[in-house]
């Protein structure tokens, strides 16, 4: 069993930065494929970003370039930086962890465990 908690979010200004953490209670936390994903009011939830247990990453086109996965496997970790935040970045962020992902990255049921995710509002 994983247990993920996510933490950073919160209310900010089209321009700013923030940074979520998400951390993984096990011993097993570097065997994991690790995402992150968002989900708007009214809509689906929506790949953001993934790294791999040996650090490689994928991004969403509507974050590459602006928000960066990075994970720490000493303190069973993650995170996500958002800089440059949109108005439409607004969503609930969650992380979740998978084993079996492989090249399916996208897809929410590949990942075994998730948080609760947490608000990320961005004002214009």
């Known amino acids: 069993q994983v247990q993920l908690v996510e933490s950073g979010g919160g209310l900010v200004q089209a321009g700013d930065s923030l940074r979520l953490a998400c951390a993984a209670s096990?011993?097993?936390?570097?065997?994991?494929?690790m995402a992150w994903f968002r989900q708007a009011p009214g809509k689906e939830r929506e790949f953001v970003a993934h790294?791999?247990?040996?650090?490689?990453?994928t991004y969403d086109d509507s974050v590459k370039g602006r928000f960066t996965i990075s994970r720490d496997n000493v303190k069973n970790t993650v995170y996500l930086e958002m800089n440059s935040l949109k108005p439409e970045d607004t969503a609930v962020y969650c992380c979740?962890?998978?084993?079996?992902?492989?090249?399916?990255?996208?897809?929410?049921?590949?990942?075994?465990?998730w948080g609760q995710g947490t608000q990320v509002t961005v004002s214009s």
């Open positions: 979740a962890a998978g084993r079996t992902v492989g090249s399916f990255w996208r897809l929410p049921m590949r990942y075994d465990y």
């Open positions: 096990g011993r097993t936390f570097s065997s994991y494929t």
């Open positions: 790294i791999t247990m040996t650090g490689g990453t």
